[in-house]
């Protein structure tokens, strides 16, 4: 008899063939594969499929906790704290690195010990120890000298960050316009919304009627979820999709908008400890596209005004969302889906009283020997100028603020675009030394308070590696000496940036 074992490792089955001549063992071998072969492929393609059964169950559990979660966007806000943590907002780490120490040095450099027998005979020995002994003290001293450098840049970078929290929380306090507008913009801009959701907005405080303005981007029909179901279809092998029913989520829709607009008014005036607001307008906007023109629009299809009174007498965890709005006199034309426009009830005016006219410096560049040492105020507008060219092309806006550099802004960009746009913060420093990571941090919380979405950071000096570690992942760019030259160029202008070390940096 010839024998034979073979096995197929994906079915986990071996079996030993015998047979009484090598061609019928070959045959016999041959049949057995095959017949492996084809159990092999029947057994992927059921684990395929259940792969497949199991995703589709997967993505629908995900699906509908997705949908449940703006279900309940009103409900999930009413149990969280909004009022900012000051605390959190302290800069309260400590310095890491560790004061060097003469002994290291020594060992480093391999000073050998005292040995004055020794030495007594070989004087060279006694030359050869001390000049290794005044080379680790050199190199210890400068050591010591970085250290402490450094660590006086840190602290005096925390201290400032702190110094900054406490103006900025008495400022809250005392009800100070810019301030009450950027404490409120925090508020809304911590606010948690589920994956997926694109939030922009912009706030501003009117101080004779103690009353905040939010201007608030609702998410239009395509952006608000509305898939069950993934289905597997096993005759096709392939999973499909099934949504609500129209008139299901044209309601699921618009409960969603009155759950955002409730949502936000209650964030702020619970969050308003001081008590500085009395009374909060919402106006809800939306991007669409009108389908008779093609056109692009932007428009406001809630409005609803709610005084602190009234507003925080409601029990919110019972309230029908649509019924209390239409209880509060809201403001719509119509079904929400239908993104009727309505005029609000107050509108935020967009002229902020921060921004100033326009000064040309652009036009007597290639007179300015360096901009490292033109006036603070002249590069601001210069800076502004150089980005209104980079924006035109796309029919943004740009302003530039006041020399109080109230909220801390150079210039602001406003890009009319419904995906791309948005409200770009712009700050010009015109420094001679590396710039300090806390001006980058500064603008990266001004960029959140004023509900940009990106910040810009030009210098005509240059940033260090903290800096750009801390840029990173940030919708931050930080432009330096070298990149504005570029820019200018780019505009056929020719500059000089000639750094001047010992200047105190603007």
């Not at 993505?59 to 449940?68: C, Q, S």
């Not at 507008?181 to 589920?194: C, D, K, M």
């Not at 969050?271 to 991007?287: C, K, M, P, Q, R």
């Not at 260090?464 to 570690?469: L, Q």
Request: a neutral charge; aromatic letters at 12%; charged letters at 30%.
């Amino acid at each position: 008899m010839f024998r034979t074992h073979i096995s197929n490792r994906y079915l986990k089955e071996d079996k030993v063939i015998a047979a009484k001549t090598q061609w019928e063992l070959e045959q016999k071998v041959k049949k057995q594969k095959q017949r492996w072969k084809e159990k092999e492929l029947k057994a992927k393609e059921q684990t395929e499929v259940e792969k497949m059964k199991a995703m589709a169950i997967a993505d629908t559990k995900g699906a509908l906790e997705h949908i449940e979660e703006y279900r309940n966007l009103l409900h999930f806000s009413l149990h969280r704290k909004h009022a900012l943590d000051w605390d959190k907002l302290y800069n309260k780490d400590t310095y890491q690195d560790e004061e060097p120490e003469l002994e290291t040095f020594i060992e480093l450099i391999n000073v050998p010990k005292e040995d004055k027998f020794i030495e007594f005979f070989f004087s060279s020995l006694t030359t050869k120890r001390l000049t290794k002994q005044k080379e680790a003290e050199r190199q210890y001293h400068n050591a010591y000298t970085d250290y402490h450098s450094a660590k006086n840049e840190f602290l005096n970078e925390q201290k400032e960050i702190n110094e900054s929290v406490d103006q900025f929380k008495l400022a809250y306090e005392e009800s100070i316009p810019p301030f009450l507008e950027r404490y409120f913009g925090a508020v809304i801009n911590q606010s948690t919304y589920p994956k997926g959701f694109e939030k922009n907005f912009n706030v501003q405080y009117v101080s004779d009627a103690k009353a905040l303005v939010i201007d608030f981007d609702l998410p239009g029909p395509k952006k608000v979820p509305d898939i069950i179901e993934y289905k597997f279809v096993l005759a096709r092998k392939e999973i499909t999709l099934r949504t609500m029913k129209k008139k299901e989520f044209e309601e699921h829709y618009e409960d969603i908008i009155y759950q955002l607009t409730l949502r936000n008014i209650y964030e702020c005036f619970s969050s308003d400890y001081a008590s500085t607001t009395e009374l909060i307008v919402f106006n809800g906007w939306i991007h669409g596209v009108d389908t008779s023109t093609g056109q692009d629009f932007h428009s406001c299809i809630v409005s609803l005004q709610a005084t602190r009174s009234e507003f925080l007498s409601l029990n919110l965890e019972k309230v029908v969302p649509k019924d209390c709005f239409r209880n509060l006199k809201g403001l719509n034309a119509g079904a929400l889906y239908q993104l009727a426009p309505v005029r609000p009830i107050m509108e935020l005016n967009r002229d902020d009283k921060r921004f100033v006219e326009s000064k040309e410096i652009l036009a007597e560049i290639n007179s300015i020997p360096n901009l490292a040492a033109m006036p603070w105020e002249d590069f601001e507008h210069l800076v502004r100028q150089l980005f209104e060219k980079y924006f035109a092309t796309v029919g943004a806006e740009v302003k530039v603020t006041k020399a109080s550099r109230d909220g801390g802004i150079d210039a602001v960009a406003f890009d009319p675009d419904p995906i791309r746009g948005g409200k770009f913060i712009i700050q010009a420093k015109r420094y001679n030394q590396v710039v300090p990571i806390s001006a980058v941090r500064e603008l990266n919380g001004i960029m959140g308070d004023e509900g940009a979405v990106k910040g810009i950071l030009v210098t005509t000096s240059y940033y260090g590696n903290d800096s750009r570690e801390f840029a990173k992942g940030k919708p931050l760019t930080l432009l330096d000496g070298a990149n504005l030259i570029q820019m200018f160029k780019d505009y056929g202008y020719n500059v000089r940036i000639e750094l001047r070390k010992n200047e105190k940096a603007n």
